[in-house]
T-cell receptor, first 118, second 112 residues
Framework: GAVVSQHPSRVICKSGTSVKIECRSLDFQATTMFWYRQFPKQSLMLMATSNEGSKATYEQGVEKDKFLINHASLTLSTLTVTSAHPEDSSFYIC??????????????FGPGTRLTVL | SQQGEEDPQALSIQEGENATMNCSYKTSINNLQWYRQNSGRGLVHLILIRSNEREKHSGRLRVTLDTSKKSSSLLITASRAADTASYFCATDRGSTLGRLYFGRGTQLTVWP
């Protein structure tokens, strides 16, 4: 149980295009999902917190107009990288949390999406 | 900015040896978690230790937490080549909202 999927696993796009990444909780309802980005050989940086039915909360320094997050259902959150540029190339990872599943702050992570912007 | 700092940043050992990784953080916490990441893959949750706990075991893993020093250690005993991965600590910075802030990680290589 507690499986999180991401789609696509890899995407290559041209500079200036927008890319949508999906994050799904497969066997539980995720009231909260989180989006991280990870540059090569670096740590995960929290980008935003996505709560079902409300606006996402962005971490300081993350452009909300650049990284659009939608959490329209309890099992799906999407991250859209708008007008992507080469510096947006990164590994994007989502995680999901359902307080009823875990006693504490445990999250379940997706396998990640590798974005390459040419 | 990232919450924690792991050291060493890279660790290379032989199979059968023990691997110790350390993590420091700067704020109060409710709990601290350790995760593992194989190259280019997602994260796997290893262990969670609460702020009122000092030590926790899970199989070959042993985690300690010293809140007075704001530090934690992860010990992997009798390491195997399959343990080769990056290991990250993560804290909640005292929040109950679920956000996690990760350290820089330790790249562990276990040679057969």
């Amino acid at each position: 149980g507690a499986v999180v999927s991401q789609h696509p696993s890899r995407v290559i796009c041209k500079s200036g295009t927008s890319v949508k990444i999906e994050c799904r909780s497969l066997d539980f309802q995720a009231t909260t999902m989180f989006w991280y980005r990870q540059f090569p050989k670096q740590s995960l940086m929290l980008m935003a917190t996505s709560n079902e039915g409300s606006k996402a909360t962005y971490e300081q320094g993350v452009e909300k107009d650049k990284f659009l997050i939608n959490h329209a259902s309890l099992t799906l959150s999407t991250l859209t990288v708008t007008s992507a540029h080469p510096e947006d190339s990164s590994f994007y990872i989502c995680s999901a949390r359902e307080p009823g599943l875990t006693l504490y702050n445990e999250q379940f992570f997706g396998p990640g999406t590798r974005l390459t912007v040419l | 900015s990232q919450q924690g700092e792991e050291d060493p940043q890279a660790l290379s050992i032989q199979e059968g040896e023990n691997a110790t990784m350390n993590c420091s953080y700067k704020t109060s916490i409710n709990n601290l978690q350790w995760y593992r990441q194989n190259s280019g893959r997602g994260l796997v949750h290893l262990i969670l230790i609460r702020s009122n706990e000092r030590e926790k075991h899970s199989g070959r893993l042993r985690v300690t937490l010293d809140t007075s020093k704001k530090s934690s250690s992860l010990l992997i005993t009798a390491s195997r080549a399959a343990d080769t991965a990056s290991y990250f600590c993560a804290t909640d910075r005292g929040s109950t909202l679920g956000r996690l802030y990760f350290g820089r990680g330790t790249q562990l290589t276990v040679w057969p």
